[in-house]
């Protein structure tokens, strides 16, 4: 695995807004989504990823002019999620601008999606989201959460990442919804324990409240750090969290 640790803001977006909430409840508004794709790509990420939180839970598609609005303004790979439900929504969204796609409840009702995504357009394109949490139902002590981290499914979170490994999954993007918008750091527990099972890139998101949070979770084994609000409310910069990962050893783009 290389040092190199990209930093990637998040647009989770609902009715055109950016929001954001604390463990995926009580959403409130963040700003416009273009204006903040542009002022991130000039602030220097390295990726942008958009979520659009309510597309699965409304049973619609993702907001296709949106991401093409966002990918107008930025050169940067934009990774998008929410409402993808068959291999066609995937299509529509590489060509709408979208460079990669994030898979998470559709996938876990429908697994052979994942291996036809990774078969038609390269397991580069597929990146897995997973919403997990703490659970003494499962083996590992995490479990799967679907449609935004509302619903519980059965999944051990450990045989389900496996599972999706096989099945050609290119990127883990694990979640912690313990942690979520809480601002009390990653969850380097259940970091260190995806590490161990997976040879594929993970971002890890959920927890960040200060830049020195960066470090930790790539020394937790993440390639990849995802934030949202400290980046929103400008509490903590892009270029803060790139500095503290140079301070600590890791190369950033």
Request: proline fraction near 2%.
């Amino acid at each position: 695995m290389s040092l190199s640790v990209r930093v990637i803001p998040c647009l989770d977006v609902a009715e055109g807004r950016v929001v954001k909430g604390v463990n995926f409840l009580n959403l409130r508004d963040a700003g416009d989504p273009i204006e903040l794709a542009e002022r991130y790509y000039h602030d220097g990420a390295d990726e942008l990823t958009f979520l659009d939180v309510n597309a699965t839970v409304d049973n619609r598609s993702t907001m296709y002019e949106l991401v093409t609005a966002c990918a107008e303004k930025i050169f940067i790979p934009l990774t998008v999620g929410g409402g993808i439900r068959e291999i066609d929504d995937v299509a529509r969204l590489l060509g709408a601008g979208a460079d990669k796609v994030s898979v998470g409840s559709a996938g876990i009702a429908n697994p052979l999606l994942l291996n036809k995504i990774a078969n038609r357009f390269g397991n580069q394109v597929l990146v897995i989201s997973l919403d997990l949490k703490r659970s003494k139902k499962t083996e590992s002590g995490y479990i799967v959460t679907s449609h935004g981290g509302r619903e519980e499914t059965e999944l051990d979170a450990l045989a389900w990442i496996r599972q999706t490994i096989e099945l050609g999954a290119g990127e883990l993007l694990v979640n912690s919804i313990d942690a979520d918008g809480t601002r009390a750091g990653f969850d380097t527990e259940m970091l260190n324990t995806v590490r161990e099972i997976a040879s594929i890139p993970i971002i890890a998101s959920g927890g960040a409240g200060k830049a020195a949070d960066f470090p930790v979770a790539a020394a937790a084994g993440a390639n990849a750090i995802l934030a949202a609000s400290i980046f929103h409310e400008g509490s903590v910069s892009i270029a803060q969290a790139k500095a503290e990962l140079k301070l600590a050893g890791y190369e950033t783009r």
